[in-house]
């Protein structure tokens, strides 16, 4: 049952809270634009367990047309004082995702939120890979305040990429030099319709459409770090983690296999990987964070080009894996994230390495993933810095 039991649960409502507010009216069969007058109804937003979010309704019951039309008149004057709230949304969706169900996700739970909440929206279904990138480089956006992908994560990737990419190009800045690339003008929802919605899950703290959609309409901003990829000082993309060995071939597997079922399709990326593992000879240049202190004073001056007293150190050897991240990459099958001690907007990013060992130690480290216990803490073979800049050379 969706209705708030305002009398046994709560003894109030924070304004905060409401997103949206109907006259409540019966209406008979012949009635079908008008009936009668039974109050208003509120919608509100709820906290529940483990980060969810939920949508319900308060109903004020009052017969009198004036009376509810001056409380009516009055919610919506203070919604409308909500000003991070969104008023109109562009919409991308991917219909590919997850066995082909993204439409269904967002026209049968999000879409109907959106419309309670008086969002307008425009809608844009994607046709093929790079859609969205090809189509965000030359829209126009203004009027809208944000943009919402409607997809698992290489779709919103795709779509982050592309509003930062726009964002430089407004911003007269070059793809290929850029030091302190600027942020992209409007917010990125994410409503999490894909496989393993690392990023929606890295976000939110649960893989939710309901609690994602609710975010969306409540306007709540969450700043998120993003890396630049690059090769041989030519600009790659944008991103929020990359995976070098393993994990990046196990990645080209599962993408290559898409006609599986998600969890059929991991674990047989998984077992391909591992049936191929081998070590890479590499060699990894970073620049750590020395302190808190010296974090902040970077971000206040916006992540300036290290000077010459910057220490950059160096492994080389042979790795089996190589992990970057910007954020924690939280998931179902590791509930602290690939990259655990890593922030959403910490201003670093997370460099794990894993070096060569025996295929049964291995497996050994993946496993951890799957435990709620820090496995950095724990001796391994493993090695996690954090890390302002990397340079990776592959011999």
């Known amino acids: 049952d969706s209705k708030y039991d305002f009398l046994h649960r709560e003894e109030f409502v924070e304004l905060k809270d409401i997103f949206s507010v109907k006259l409540k009216r019966r209406c008979s069969i012949k009635q079908q634009k008008s009936g009668t007058l039974l ?35 009055q919610f919506k004057k203070i919604l409308a004082g909500f000003s991070n709230r969104p008023k109109s ?144 000082g030519k600009f790659l993309r944008f991103g929020f983690s990359a995976m070098f060995g393993f994990g990046g071939r196990a990645l080209a597997v599962a993408e290559n296999h898409r006609w599986m079922s998600p969890n059929q399709r991991m674990d047989f990326a998984i077992m391909k990987a591992l049936a191929k593992l081998k070590p890479e000879e590499c060699e990894i240049s970073f620049l750590p964070f020395n302190s808190s202190q010296d974090l902040e004073e970077r971000r206040a001056q916006g992540y300036p080009k290290s000077d010459c007293n910057d220490q950059w150190q160096m492994i080389q050897g042979q790795f089996l894996n190589v992990s970057i991240m910007a954020i924690p990459c939280q998931c179902a099958v590791a509930p602290r994230g690939l990259a655990p001690n890593t922030r959403l907007n910490n201003g670093s990013m997370a460099l794990i390495t894993a070096r060569n060992t025996s295929r049964p130690e291995f497996i050994k480290h993946l496993k951890r993933y799957a435990s709620i216990k820090n496995q950095f803490v724990l001796s391994s073979d493993s090695e996690k810095y954090p890390p302002v800049l990397i340079q990776i050379g592959l011999f």
């Open 39 to 73: 109050g208003i109804t509120l919608f509100i937003c709820l906290k529940k367990e483990q980060n969810k979010l939920k949508d319900s309704t308060l109903d004020l019951i009052n017969l009198s047309e004036d009376h509810c039309d001056i409380w009516f008149r």
């Open 89 to 232: 949304l562009k919409i991308l969706l991917n219909p590919q995702s997850h066995k082909k169900e993204a439409a269904q996700v967002y026209y049968e739970k999000v879409e109907p939120l959106l419309k309670i909440a008086g969002i307008k929206t425009d809608v844009t279904i994607t046709e093929y890979e790079g859609h969205a990138l090809s189509l965000l480089k030359e829209c126009e956006l203004q009027g809208f305040d944000g943009v919402v992908c409607v997809g698992g994560d290489g779709s919103a990737s795709e779509v982050a990429h592309a509003l930062l990419l726009r964002a430089q190009k407004n911003a007269g800045l070059e793809t290929d030099s850029i030091l302190t690339p600027v942020g992209a003008q409007l917010p990125l929802g994410v409503i999490p319709a894909g496989s393993t919605n690392v990023l929606a899950h890295s976000l939110h703290g649960v893989s939710h459409v309901i609690t994602a959609t609710l975010h969306i309409i409540m306007g709540h901003i969450q700043p998120v770090d993003v890396c630049t990829f690059s090769t041989m």
